[in-house]
């Protein structure tokens, strides 16, 4: 990178939009409070709180020449994972942040403007944690079937397969493959482990038969 060095610390300035980050010299000792503060005052906080609070913080001290939206959002999932909100991680807010970057930016920002009131920050993440979760429940309300004690990891073609399946009832081969856009090897792959655990049954032959969601 032109900016710096990868994982290590800027040595140079940065300006983010209108912010304009501490000086490379402070990053040290600012990451240090940051880092004390969340191995043990923030585990009196709910992890949601303190996941949030975290992720502002090291936006703030914006420590790496780049990578630090990116990191800084893994900081906060990973909060989260640790403090067990998500033990199986099957969540991650970054889909509703990059869905309206501007507004992402703006309530950080909005923080400065508030002279460092984090309230409308906490709100806005909180939020996004809700509505992740709320996508997630209705994910797992459409995608249901008795496999045992089989962990079924679904891929995103294959929840798209399901979801067809739930929609138009029953589907060929060949409206198999068209609907997903994957040729007919492709559209194999995916079927087999659905099949096998139950999620998926063919009724007729390999070539002529119907696939219907079991």
């Given at each position: ?20 980050p ?16 969340w191995?043990t ?13 975290v ?34 991680h ?116 390999l070539?002529?038969g119907?696939?219907i969601?079991?």
């Amino acid at each position: 990178m032109d900016q710096g060095e990868a994982a290590r610390y800027r040595n140079i300035r940065v300006r983010v939009g209108g912010y304009v980050p501490p000086r490379p010299e402070e990053e040290s000792a600012l990451m240090f409070e940051l880092l004390e503060w969340w191995n043990t005052d923030s585990l009196l906080l709910s992890p949601v709180l303190s996941s949030t609070i975290v992720h502002h913080g090291f936006e703030t001290i914006h420590p790496f020449a780049d990578g630090n939206g990116r990191t800084g959002r893994a900081l906060a999932l990973w909060d989260l994972y640790r403090r067990g909100f998500d033990s199986h991680h099957i969540i991650s807010v970054d889909e509703f942040y990059w869905e309206d970057r501007p507004r992402y930016h703006a309530a950080l920002q909005a923080v400065q403007k508030n002279e460092g009131d984090l309230k409308s920050w906490l709100e806005y993440c909180a939020e996004g944690l809700q509505r992740t979760l709320e996508r997630v429940w209705l994910r797992i309300q459409q995608i249901t079937a008795a496999h045992g004690n089989r962990k079924v990891v679904l891929r995103s073609l294959q929840e798209q397969l399901l979801q067809l399946l739930r929609v138009r009832g029953n589907l060929s081969p060949r409206e198999l493959w068209n609907g997903l856009g994957v040729f007919k090897q492709g559209a194999m792959d995916l079927l087999r482990p659905l099949m096998s655990t139950g999620l998926v049954r063919r009724d007729g032959t390999l070539k002529n038969g119907r696939y219907i969601l079991k």
